[in-house]
């Protein structure tokens, strides 16, 4: 290249305004090109190849440096999370001194990536990559990198790679309906998540909240393909299910948790069959605990009770998060009352029934 365009390029990098510093997550999810949906903080995109070129310092010399860290060839049409980077760092108790050496980074971003894994659960999402972004002035990878693979054409021939995206898959034509979905749970998880008592403290509700989203997103972590769990995870990831079933329909301190969890987790369900089995599942998945937790003898866990116990962990996480919004802080009071009166069921299960029939998630597959 010319002294001339080196010299043009250097003075743009050092004359130019300071871009928003951001942390950009690569995901797995195989999402259409023009994807470009905000959730609070969060931008989820599908950049274009030229979109991710525009983030390179000195473009005009990058081919003569190493590959970086977002390569535009490769990276393409992959979907992202943005969102503005932290400002300053506390450390303390639990706190890793380097924040790139976090063992979960996942931790932070808790309430987005269960939002869009709550969108079709047969398909696990996962973030592979994290980077902090600096557009046009410094790309650096903080943690994890892309699943790459080699490409071949219809003839077998291997032409090159590409970043495999096996996640969730929403066509164009589930675009809208995806968005739809998204933007209204997470907004119900802000809104509980922001509650506060009278002494400017945690509501009930938004604590419940936090340790339940903790634990899925921890068990959904370590469960890949949507169905499956490593054997040496699998009684982690079903304490993690049990765990925040319980902490969204246990947090008012009744002494029988098991009863109460077993009984609000099917009242918040419609049909008397699908109740029947949610108690079942709640209580097996219990008995299961209970003898993982005091070293009894028990048979191995299957995949399919796993997934039993994973579907109703996340449709009672929904449909606790709809009746929360309408109950408050006496959702598990409605949920009693709910055992005993006809008329308090039907409100219950009315409204919720409602609310998944106007924000439908993927078909099942």
Not at 217 to 242: I, W
Not at 305 to 313: C, G, L, S
């Amino acid at each position: 290249m010319s002294a001339a365009d080196l010299a043009a390029d250097l003075a743009d990098f050092a004359t130019r305004t300071q871009p928003v510093i951001e942390t950009w997550i690569l995901l797995d999810a195989d999402l259409p090109a023009g994807t470009d949906i905000t959730l609070g903080t969060y931008r989820l995109t599908v950049p274009a190849r030229a979109a991710l070129q525009s983030l390179v310092a000195l473009p005009r010399i990058a081919r003569h440096l190493p590959a970086p860290a977002i390569d535009p060839a490769l990276l393409a049409g992959s979907a992202f999370l943005r969102t503005p980077a932290p400002q300053g760092r506390k450390y303390g108790r639990g706190t890793l001194y380097f924040a790139d050496l976090d063992r979960r980074p996942e931790r932070p971003h808790a309430d987005i990536l269960l939002t869009l894994q709550m969108w079709d659960l047969s398909a696990s999402l996962h973030p592979e990559a994290y980077y902090h972004v600096e557009a046009g002035r410094h790309v650096r990878g903080t943690w994890g990198g892309p699943t790459i693979e080699p490409a071949f054409d219809h003839l077998g021939n291997e032409v090159g790679e590409h970043h495999r995206r096996h996640g969730p898959y929403v066509t164009p034509g589930q675009l809208s309906a995806f968005t739809h979905f998204c933007t209204s749970v997470h907004a119900m998880i802000t809104t509980v998540r922001s509650r506060t008592t009278s002494a400017s403290k945690h509501s009930p509700t938004a604590v419940a909240l936090d340790s339940a989203s903790r634990r899925l997103l921890r068990a959904s972590q370590r469960t890949f393909g949507g169905d499956f769990v490593d054997e040496a995870d699998a009684e982690d990831v079903l304490l993690d299910y049990v765990v925040a079933i319980e902490s969204l329909l246990a947090f008012d301190g009744r002494s029988d948790k098991r009863r109460t969890t077993r009984q609000r987790a099917a009242a918040l369900h419609t049909s008397d069959q699908t109740r029947l089995n949610v108690s079942t599942t709640v209580g097996r998945a219990y008995s299961q605990r209970s003898r993982y937790a005091h070293g009894e003898p028990q048979r191995p866990l299957s995949d399919a009770d796993i997934t039993a116990v994973r579907n109703v962990a996340f449709s009672v996480f929904l449909r606790w998060l709809i009746t929360t919004m309408n109950c408050g802080e006496k959702v598990l009071q409605q949920l009693d009352a709910s055992l005993l009166s006809g008329q308090v069921r039907t409100d219950i299960t009315t409204a919720v029934d409602q609310y998944l029939a106007a924000h439908p998630a993927a078909p099942a597959s």
